[in-house]
């Protein structure tokens, strides 16, 4: 059974920094992309990062030059890094892997 658990998120002033987290179970991890996405009230989730097996990277326009994530397959885990928070990045923030999807992680940006 193929488990995404996140943990990080909380609540920032804006200018802050969180770092989230995704251990993932069940499933091969090192050869698959992973990606991260965010879905904030009344809006449509949407993708903000995500990292081939490689290690290549790809952010949404809003998110680049601020976020940054990585991972480690030692660990079955990926990470976001999150610098710069804004305000307009609170929302839930949810890994995936192809149609597996996480909980969420709530992040709170205050201005």
């Known amino acids: 059974q193929v488990q995404l658990v996140e943990s990080g998120g909380g609540l920032v002033q804006a200018g802050g920094s969180l770092r989230l987290s995704c251990a993932a179970s069940?499933?091969?991890?090192?050869?698959?992309?992973m990606a991260w996405h965010r879905q904030a009230p009344g809006k449509q989730r949407e993708l903000v990062a995500l990292i081939t097996s490689g290690g290549s990277t790809n952010y949404a326009d809003s998110v680049k030059g601020r976020f940054t994530t990585s991972r480690d397959n030692a660990k079955n885990t990926v990470y976001l890094q999150m610098n710069s928070l804004k305000p307009e990045d609170t929302a839930v923030y949810y890994c995936?892997?192809?149609?597996?999807w996480g909980q969420g992680t709530q992040v709170t940006v205050s201005s």
């Open positions: 069940g499933i091969i991890f090192s050869n698959k992309v």
């Open positions: 995936n892997i192809f149609s597996f």
